[in-house]
T-cell receptor
Framework: DAGITQSPRHKVTETGTPVTLRCHQTENHRYMYWYRQDPGHGLRLIHYSYGVKDTDKGEVSDGYSVSRSKTEDFLLTLESATSSQTSVYFC?????????FGPGTRLTVL | GESVGLHLPTLSVQEGDNSIINCAYS??????FIWYKQESGKGPQFIID???NMDKRQGQRVTVLLNKTVKHLSLQIAATQPGDSAVYFCAENMDSNYQLIWGAGTKLIIKP
């Protein structure tokens, strides 16, 4: 987890409310990723970024948006949270091939 | 579609024995493979990687074997310890935007 922090670490929210998760890195890596992890599905890519203001969709991007205004920060936003978005969210960074992961954010949508 | 998968969802091993976790991949164009360890409540942790121009790579107590002929990857853990209990994921890198394709994971259980 060195060099990668996620905030908040835990959040409980209600259906229909907006939620923003933050990933912060101190490694100056170009690539950043958001994954969600659910039982029986392993890790699934939501969005990724290949530079400041450069982002692209992953396999489960519906209902999520991202922004990257600085190299060190990658934000994941749920515009209107739904119960199906209850999950553990991981941020990852990479400079080349290997991805390194943050500690995760446990999000519960009631 | 292309995928990376695991043969066994759960593996139970006696403490002190060697563990072997297997992974199958289907894309012969993949050129980089990674094993991750995930302990309960934590993010995946990099263990070891291997490129397609190699068939074996060793780390501290871990060895990764790559068989390109049958598209098979394995992780060997020597002298398994209680701290090795975790879920192990293989991942495959096959394109230029550095996305990984993930297997579902194998849970390693250590018996005392």
């Amino acid at each position: 987890d060195a060099g990668i922090t996620q905030s908040p670490r835990h959040k409980v929210t209600e259906t229909g409310t907006p939620v923003t998760l933050r990933c912060h890195q101190t490694e100056n890596h170009r690539y950043m990723y958001w994954y969600r992890q659910d039982p029986g599905h392993g890790l699934r890519l939501i969005h990724y970024s290949y530079g400041v203001k450069d982002t692209d969709k992953g396999e489960v991007s519906d209902g999520y948006s991202v922004s990257r205004s600085k190299t060190e920060d990658f934000l994941l936003t749920l515009e209107s949270a739904t119960s199906s978005q209850t999950s553990v969210y991981f941020c990852a960074i990479s400079g080349r091939d290997t991805q390194y992961f943050g500690p995760g954010t446990r999000l519960t949508v009631l | 579609g292309e995928s990376v998968g695991l043969h066994l969802p759960t593996l139970s091993v006696q403490e002190g024995d060697n563990s072997i976790i297997n992974c199958a991949y289907s894309n012969s164009a993949s050129d980089y493979f990674i094993w991750y360890k995930q302990e309960s409540g934590k993010g995946p942790q990099f263990i070891i990687d291997i490129r397609s121009n190699m068939d074996k790579r060793q780390g501290q107590r871990v060895t990764v074997l790559l068989n390109k002929t049958v598209k098979h990857l394995s992780l060997q853990i020597a002298a398994t310890q209680p701290g090795d209990s975790a879920v192990y994921f293989c991942a495959e890198n096959m394109d230029s935007n550095y996305q990984l394709i993930w297997g579902a994971g194998t849970k390693l259980i250590i018996k005392p």
